[in-house]
Nanobody
Framework: QLQLVESGGGLVQAGDSLRLSCTAS????????MGWFRQAPGKERQFVAA????????YSQDFVKDRFAISRDRTKNTIYLQMNSLKPEDTAVYYC???????????????????WGQGTQVTVSL
């Protein structure tokens, strides 16, 4: 398993941008599928985006709509989620996840990922 630490959350206004970071410790990062999930109060944790070791990317079709971009820096063992044109409905705790078991295309369920970060709060106000 990997240890994952997220950062970059905060309080922003609608229309603003944020970049989340997730740094992984462990050699498995080089081959892991990395993902971002989010969970709003009272709702299920939902898939946001994923990136493969080879930089393939996938996004939720429900709400991303070209506003978010996931990227990966192998030299820093870090992935990023660039979020633009944020909306109040994007308010949630954002979690970084790693899957060392499954390949590509990525899983979009919590059970597909075997390592999780502690989460970082993103709050978007009107």
């Amino acid at each position: 398993q990997l240890q994952l630490v997220e950062s970059g959350g905060g309080l922003v206004q609608a229309g603003d941008s944020l970049r989340l970071s997730c740094t992984a410790s462990g050699r498995a990062f080089t081959r892991a599928v990395m993902g971002w999930f989010r969970q709003a109060p009272g709702k299920e944790r939902q898939f946001v985006a994923a990136i493969s070791a080879g930089q393939l990317t996938a996004y939720s079709q429900d709400f991303v709509k070209d506003r978010f971009a996931i990227s990966r820096d192998r030299t820093k063992n870090t992935i990023y989620l660039q979020m633009n044109s944020l909306k109040p409905e994007d308010t949630a705790v954002y979690y970084c996840a790693a899957s060392t078991k499954l390949g590509w295309p990525p899983g979009t369920s919590r059970r597909d990922y075997d390592s999780w970060g502690q989460g970082t709060q993103v709050t978007v106000s009107l």
